[in-house]
């Protein structure tokens, strides 16, 4: 296989796009419904939380539509790897809405710390050696997403029943990325993309219901 080509049919690819193409535009959608909310508020907490896990998730799925609409290009390389460094800028993004407004404690600034240090580390990874890893690259998204549990006490105070949205959404990754490896099951990768969106929906309802709305329970001391 030449650089421009894909490892995909192009019948996968086109399944691969639109799955993704319809997570870019729920994701521009859902970053001006999270503005909607926060706007009013005042609350810079709140209205930046929105808008880096907007844009993270924006940026996450127009990478992959990128990606996966150029069925044969020279330029095929470049957007994969787009597309994989954008993994870790929505894992990143993800955790930042939870750990600015709804833990915003000792534990919470130090897992935002750690989880974008680990996210520009992974970046710089991918840039280093491409995918030469990928069986290690997706543990560290693994091992990034479930990082939460270090605080999970602490998340689930703050958010109460959002905990489960949380869960639920984490465990749509989970199983996703079991087909993501599974080289050799027809569509894996497009199955895959259904879970990324579920995932993406359940920990969205998450941040709307349990997190952004105003709340004098909300923890915001060490």
Request: charged share 10%; proline share 4%; with cysteine.
């Amino acid at each position: 296989m030449t650089e421009h080509e894909s490892e995909y049919t192009l019948t996968e690819e086109i399944a691969h796009a639109i799955t993704h193409g319809a997570g870019a535009v729920l994701s521009i959608g859902g970053l001006s419904w999270m503005l909607f909310l926060t706007i009013p508020t005042a609350d810079p907490w709140r209205i930046v939380a929105s808008i880096v896990y907007g844009l993270s998730l924006i940026t996450l799925f127009l990478a992959s539509t990128v990606y996966h609409s150029f069925h044969q290009s020279p330029h095929k390389q470049l957007y994969k790897l787009l597309d994989h460094c954008a993994i870790y800028l929505l894992i990143a993004g993800t955790y930042t809405p939870f750990l600015l407004v709804a833990l915003r404690t000792s534990t919470g600034w130090w897992l935002f710390g750690t989880i974008w240090s680990l996210a520009t580390a992974g970046i710089l990874t991918k840039l280093w050696f491409r995918d030469r890893f990928p069986r290690i690259a997706l543990a560290s998204y693994l091992l990034m997403g479930w990082l939460v549990v270090v605080a999970a006490p602490q998340v689930a105070d703050a958010i109460g029943d959002g905990m489960l949205w949380l869960i639920a959404g984490g465990l749509s990754y989970t199983i996703g990325a079991a087909f993501y490896a599974a080289d050799r099951v027809a569509f894996n990768h497009a199955i895959w993309h259904v879970f990324v969106l579920a995932g993406g929906v359940c920990h969205y309802l998450a941040v709307i219901w349990y997190v952004l709305p105003l709340n004098p329970g909300i923890a915001i001391s060490g």
